[in-house]
């Protein structure tokens, strides 16, 4: 697999997570249980910021509250493309980022609007992120095929990128 250099990767790390849009979110709660569900990314920003809706009263409210340390995955099985992302999870009530980040689809979880008194913001600033570009079934069966010949295993297959 191919190691790129920092450089260039939390822009395709953007690119990637912005395509795929749609996350498993983990979450730790108070006895030190994951918790993972899915969560639709409303916007990436360019200084390492994802934002997401949720509600007040959810779990993920307490989870975060009691540790902010958050995972998330995001995965293209269509296109063998794979993004995990590592780092700090914040809340916040704030009607007019919500605006910004507003799409219609919102109003089947918030029938008010931006405003809807249950709508809470979360933002996570992302510590570390890396990124898988996987080749087709073919590669693969090449990759296996040249092992049964030589005998040597296969390294990862693919292309791979990591921001610190």
Same mark, same amino acid.
């Given at each position: ?37 899915? @969560? ?83 933002? @996570? ?40």
């Amino acid at each position: 697999m191919q190691e790129l250099p920092d450089i260039g990767d939390l822009a395709k790390v953007t690119e990637l997570i912005r395509a795929i849009r749609i996350a498993l979110l983990t979450t730790v709660d108070a006895d030190g249980r994951m918790h993972s569900r899915p @969560v639709q990314t409303l916007r990436v920003e360019s200084d390492r910021t994802l934002w997401f809706f949720t509600d007040w009263g959810s779990h993920k409210v307490t989870q975060v509250a009691h540790d902010e340390r958050v995972n998330l995955g995001f995965a293209d099985l269509s296109r063998n493309i794979f993004v995990v992302v590592s780092g700090t999870a914040s809340l916040l009530r704030d009607p007019d980022k919500a605006r910004e980040l507003w799409t219609v689809e919102q109003l089947a979880y918030y029938p008010e609007g931006p405003e809807d008194t249950r709508l809470a913001l979360v933002r @996570v600033q992302i510590e570390r992120a890396e990124y898988w570009l996987a080749p087709g079934r073919v590669s693969y069966l090449v990759a296996a095929a040249r092992a049964v010949t030589t005998g040597e295993p296969a390294g990862i297959i693919g292309r791979h990128g990591e921001v610190e």
